[in-house]
């Protein structure tokens, strides 16, 4: 194996776990203008809330390693870059079996009660902490002396081909999500909660849609370059353009994100005040994962260099 087959094993990896992500999240925005929504105790509302948190946690943390390789390494394989997604990876797993262990408590109050919601979301957690954490590390105990004699690939100079793969690869992964929460977000328009909204919250809602359709549009729009100017050819210049592109389409996804935060918090307490403060959290999370730490560790390698 190359080293560059690593890391894109690594990025196929995240994109598995995106792809079990994008669901909750679609479950989140529109379970809360579900017409049983209204008739949830406030344990089950906090539950849902929580679970909406966690699921932008992941993504956010999912989608963290896509940023720094486009922005930090510009596409190289690195040592560091595979070392960020396992350690991107492991966490995003936990904060996603938190998530599943709250819906499964907000889906189970509403038939068995608070005691089996309470008994059932536990359950989830640990199962997914044995099969994701737990399994894993017992294995671990278990490799043969072949298996561990195994080298680790040497971090090699990576080719066109593989960088221009690999770009088109991080899109994949991050437009699973952007086009789940899309298609959400048109089908709460539909509801009857969603009509009953104040006015201020369907501005705030049609701006998180244009926002993410922004997204998913500089997402593909890559491929339509590669296929129209370059004809499906390996070019740097073409790298540099889908770079730009992919790296630029995580902006208006964070305002997406973040705005729709709102419109389900102000649903699920009806207070203005408390879902401003959980958007601007969630933007500034996002924001911090996506840009201010990979242009920080970017700023800091250059530092280096030049002294």
């Known amino acids: ?17 995106m792809l079990g992500a994008q669901v909750l999240f679609g479950f989140q925005l ?27 946690l992941t993504i956010g943390l999912l989608l963290a390693v896509p940023s720094q390789h486009r922005l930090v390494d510009n596409g190289n394989d690195t040592m560091r870059i595979f070392g960020v997604a396992r350690r991107f990876a492991q966490p995003a797993l936990f904060s996603f079996a938190l998530a599943l262990a709250c ?17 059932a979301a536990i359950g989830t957690f640990v199962v997914a902490l044995l099969l994701w954490y737990g399994l894993g590390a017992g294995l671990r105990g278990t490799l043969t002396a072949k298996e561990r004699s195994i080298a680790m690939p040497k971090e090699t100079p990576t080719d066109l081909h593989t960088k221009i793969n690999q770009m088109l690869t991080e899109a994949r992964v991050i437009l699973p999500g952007a086009q789940a929460l899309l298609g ?20 705030v809602h049609f701006l998180a849609l244009a926002a993410v359709a922004l997204s998913v549009m500089l997402l593909l729009a890559p491929a339509a370059v590669h296929r ?29 994100i973040a705005a729709d935060v709102y419109v389900a918090a102000a649903r699920v307490f009806d207070d203005r005040a408390l879902a401003g403060w959980g958007s601007g959290v969630a933007f500034l999370t996002l924001v911090a994962l ?9 700023r800091s390698r250059a530092s280096e260099v030049n002294r």
């Open 1 to 17: 194996m190359k080293f560059g087959d690593l890391v894109q094993v690594s990025l196929d990896e995240l994109r598995m776990q």
């Open 184 to 203: 959400f977000q048109f089908v709460v328009t539909m509801t009857k909660a969603f009509a009953a909204m104040p006015p201020a919250d369907h501005a």
């Open 290 to 298: 996506w840009y201010i730490v990979p242009l920080s560790l970017r």
């Open 30 to 56: 529109q379970g809360v203008f579900q017409e049983r929504f209204s008739g949830m105790s406030l344990a089950g509302r906090v539950a849902d809330l929580s679970a909406l948190s966690l699921i932008v």
């Open 103 to 119: 819906d499964i408590f907000v889906v189970a109050e509403g038939y068995g009660g608070r005691e089996v919601a309470v008994g």
């Open 228 to 256: 129209l100017t370059f004809g499906g050819r390996d070019v740097p210049r073409f790298h540099d353009i889908g770079s730009l592109l992919v790296t630029l389409a995580l902006i208006p996804l964070a305002v997406g």
